[in-house]
């Protein structure tokens, strides 16, 4: 089953101004499904194809003289050295959608791309699926632990089915190539101690404690998880640039259904009286966010407060000339002491604070005077309501 994709109308416009269209993205996040779908009739190279890497790597002039009309090149990273010949073919001819290449490591194509391809592409990352993009709307845990990957959504294939070999295959596979990680159990006990980290503030030496690595270990595996799109930062907001990147950011995964893996959470039961349901549904709500913005060809500008005296706005979005706090709650019930966080933001930044919004786990949409309540099913309303 094909799920339609909210990339589509961007992936469409890109192709009609650029050159070389680039789609990157973690493993099984549908790259291929999207493109292919988008692009009938247009020749399909898959590189991880032992006989077409040897082709492309002996001889990449006359393999891209197969495809003059234009080609469809995926998993892109496993031959960066096309992307040279590429270049010299797009200046020679820069006629636009001539080629679309896909990949999976975002750390080796973007290092390539940007050596090469610089000002001749477009570069869209393409995530697992938002909220907007789920066919049928389940109840909130069963969609927390069954995650947002389209392979557990267009098929019959079990959450549990998915996730276990997602992590030894993909993840693991990934980190071997990219660094050479010699205890891969030390990195697996790694990965779990991230997921039950979720929304909390990072400390590497915290961490690496933890684990029984260096501290230096834990940011080059940090690195790693976000090159290759399974954890993101989510960084503090400061008037002052400087100070900002001096403070510690949030770690999240963009993907709650492999975070309760990662946890051992395997059922809906055992998510609702979890101690860390709050934090699984703030990661939701925040990764949702990133992903809307990416499939929209954005860059997310988010980030969250945080003062000395550990008052905290989950999320704060430049909106026009504003900033819009946003807390975020797994309760059913709107209490008005959610919005402490909001209160001291506000005082911070004066009239350039928006009216708060509250993300609920559950009840209704309420506009009140003071703040907007709105249930995480409906976060689509979320850009309108930063208008009103």
């Known amino acids: 089953m094909y799920i339609k994709r909210s990339m589509e109308p961007v992936l469409k416009a890109a192709m009609k101004k650029f050159p070389v269209v680039t789609v990157v993205g973690p493993r099984q996040s549908g790259k291929t499904t999207l493109l292919k779908h988008l692009l009938k009739g247009v020749p399909y190279v898959n590189l991880e194809s032992i006989r077409d890497r040897q082709f492309a790597e002996q001889d990449p002039i006359g393999f891209l003289n197969q495809f003059d009309k234009g080609v469809l090149l995926d998993e892109i990273q496993r031959v960066p050295e096309l992307l040279s010949e590429i270049q010299a073919r797009v200046d020679a001819n820069p006629r636009v959608g001539r080629y679309v290449i896909s990949g999976s490591e975002n750390l080796v194509v973007s290092r390539h791309i940007a050596q090469t391809l610089a000002g001749r592409t477009a570069i869209l990352k393409l995530m697992p699926l938002s909220l907007a993009e789920i066919p049928t709307m389940p109840r909130l845990d069963d969609l927390m632990i069954k995650g947002f990957y389209p392979r557990v959504w267009s098929s019959r294939v079990k959450h549990q089915d998915h996730y276990s070999p997602y992590t030894e295959t993909f993840v693991e596979r990934d980190v071997r190539d990219l660094l050479a990680v010699k205890n891969l159990a030390l990195f697996r006990k790694f990965l779990g101690l991230c997921a039950g980290r979720v929304g909390q503030l990072l400390n590497r030496d915290s961490l690496a404690g933890d684990v029984g690595v260096s501290a230096k270990s834990i940011e080059e595996w940090l690195s790693v998880l976000e090159a290759t799109f399974v954890m993101f930062r989510l960084q503090p907001w400061h008037r002052n ?122 009840g209704a949409a309420q506009k009140r005077t003071n703040v907007h309540v709105l249930p995480w099913t409906r976060m689509r309303e979320l850009g309108r309501m930063q208008k009103d």
């Open 241 to 362: 640039i400087g100070k900002r990147l001096m403070k510690s950011p949030k770690l999240y995964f963009y993907d709650t259904g492999l975070a309760c893996h990662l946890m051992g959470i395997e059922t809906a039961q055992q998510l609702k009286h979890h101690p860390l349901r709050g934090s699984l549904f703030e990661n939701m709500v925040v990764a949702d966010m990133f992903k809307s913005a990416y499939h929209r060809g954005d860059n997310p500008r988010i980030n969250f407060y945080r003062d000395s005296n550990d008052n905290e706005v989950d999320v704060v979005v430049p909106v026009g000339n504003q900033l819009q706090p946003i807390e975020i709650k797994s309760a059913d019930t709107f209490d008005a002491g959610f919005l402490k966080g909001c209160v001291s933001f506000s005082k911070v930044v004066g009239d350039e604070a928006g009216v708060p919004i509250v993300i609920m786990g559950g």
